[in-house]
């Protein structure tokens, strides 16, 4: 029963360094989500994947890229990250109603 | 452009007590709304959902009502318990399509007290 499983819990980056944050799902749902967290702005969407072979940005894209991979997985990827992207990154995935969380990725960028 | 409000950000309460956290939002055009528990360094947990043709939905102790003509919303929390402490949210969607189009508050951080 592992539901929505992030990797790694914590990353510590210096400015301009690269990173894939991992999610995957075993519950064969369709859709997949990255949000972002931040004190004081609450949860914000990066990207979602409707479907496999599919992705659209969300609220606040600009500095990540995505991959589903195959309908487990979806990667966050950051190319050269900067101290405006520290924030709590969580993965999501829905059959379509509810939404199931991961436990989070605590990113720092010094 | 959606935007939802909870209010207060932070409530603390003796243990028993019955409470109330509120959800406001300005777009009534929504296709349902949802409120999420948030325990400290976890993710979230969805607690209730109501359709936007519901007026309610009761999980145990936990009531959630939806009012769209006055684009409110209400997680009622009977008899309150130290382990209902937690943060909670609620996230209103617009239309029945991927929820790429859920939009969050930013939480009630409740502390009941033993």
């Known amino acids: 029963n592992a539901g929505v499983t992030q990797t790694p819990k914590f990353q510590v980056l210096k400015t301009g360094q690269s990173m894939t944050l991992q999610c995957a799902q075993d519950m064969n749902h369709n859709s997949m989500y990255w949000y972002r967290q931040d004190p004081g702005m609450g949860l914000r969407l990066i990207y979602y994947?409707?479907?496999?072979?599919?992705?659209d940005k969300g609220e606040v894209p600009n500095g990540y890229n995505v991959s589903r991979l195959n309908k487990r997985e979806f990667s966050l990827r950051l190319e050269s990250a900067a101290p405006s992207q520290t924030s709590v990154y969580f993965c999501?995935?829905?059959?379509?109603?509810?939404?199931?969380f991961g436990s989070g990725t605590q990113l720092s960028v010094l | 452009k959606q935007e939802v409000t909870q209010i207060p950000a932070a409530l603390s309460v003796p243990e028993g007590e019955n409470l109330v956290l509120n959800c406001s939002f300005t777009d009534s055009a929504i296709y349902n709304l949802q409120w999420f528990r948030q325990d400290p360094g976890k993710g979230l947990t969805s607690l209730l959902l109501i359709q936007s043709s519901q007026r309610e939905q009761t999980s145990g102790r936990l009531n959630a009502s939806l009012d769209k003509s006055s684009g409110r919303s209400t997680l009622y929390i009977a008899a309150s318990q130290p382990g209902d402490s937690a943060t909670y949210l609620c996230a209103a969607r617009r239309d029945g399509g991927s929820q790429g189009n859920l939009i969050f508050g930013k939480g009630t951080k409740l502390s009941v007290k033993p």
């Open positions: 994947s409707a479907s496999e072979g599919t992705t």
């Open positions: 999501a995935s829905s059959p379509r109603e509810y939404l199931f």
